[in-house]
């Protein structure tokens, strides 16, 4: 049925492409060549129009068109998309798993030669092109760079008389603070805490102590932190996974109306909340950051971290524009745009960070600018061969325990002999 769904919402897209669906930034007359940037969920994200304005200033023989295939699904999609021979030339890389599965389906365009010619300077990425190199070729340049952290509503907080959360939490004492700041009932009910349905809100606890990774076949190390939030679920502390599953219910959302005092979640949404405080859709205007909750022996700024990347079709008709587009965005440019509206660039140093500190709007305690300060970041999905498949199939039994169709024991037991067959064991 999931994959009926996927095929079904791809289809539309490629109708409305054809019936000039997609998003156009300017209306600029013809001689101009036009690029198609697939992307998701462009009027959450703020960073988008300011890339294109600044990179069409200064080509304006080129326009670019965003192409939005929506966040749910946006890998799947575009892979449906991209076998249906869809017009698209610059292509947002959301995840590592949809971008294997691309290489595997030789549908991006190899950068080992452009990044020789072009002078493309790699080590500005710290080590991720690296991390993302398949058979010694690279077909994607990263242009975000995000990793996991808490988000709380300082009036929650403040109404509850609870102390804000630390820059050193547990999760023992996330736990203990969840409880405390979970109030009322009904509607009106508001929750300590929040995982979002992405099974990384859940599982990559786990890995924060680089004793296993998700790719490893062997997943036993989840249970204690699976037995910890399906308790908090139980109990009330957050949202039931399913209904927020089943009401389609973006963490964004809960956040903005002032549901839940605590968000583990990534810097991309730094820009959203900034902006959407500004615009008042956000309701929960007095917040903060605090570094991601710890288990106990892992020390302090020790995170999950992910990056996005842009990679160009294969097939694009506009090839040579489409690299240059690509260049700019993930550039010393590019950066600097980024980081003036908050997100955090692949590119990053105590500039970028002074950049982002210093948007107003961004809090201005101590405490959050220095949770932006990492110890240590590991990759939520490592490269592998089968990491799509992987996934797959860690998402589905996450899907079952949170959902508690299985038993934490039985999923967990799932996902072990599922992966173990997957890599021949």
Known sequence: MKRMLVFLLALGITVSLFAGGARQTDSRGSGVTTIKWAIWDYDLTVYYKPLIDAYQAKNPQIKIETVDLGSADFMTVLGTQLSGGADLDVLSIKDIPGYANLVRQNRLEPLNSFIRTKGVNTSLYGGTTEQITVNGEVYALPFRSDFWLIFYNKDLFDAAGVPYPSNDITLEQYDALARRLTRGSGAGKTYGAHYHTWRSAVQLFGILDGKNTIVDGTYDFLTPYYEAVIKQQDDGIVQSYAALKTGGIHYSGAFFNNQIAMLNMGTWFIATQIDKVKTGESLSKNWGLAK???????????????????????????????????????????????????TIPAIMNQEVINAITAIPGFPTDAGSKEALQVYKTYLEMPMHEKSADIEIILNEAHDAIMTENSTISAGIQEMNDRVRRLLGR
């Open 292 to 342: 991601y909750p710890r288990p106990a022996g892992v020390p302090a700024g020790t995170t999950l971290g992910t990056i996005t990347s842009l990679a160009v079709n294969r097939n694009s008709k506009n090839k040579d524009a489409a690299l240059d587009f690509m260049r700019f965005v993930s550039g010393p440019e590019g950066a600097a745009i980024l980081a003036k509206t908050g």
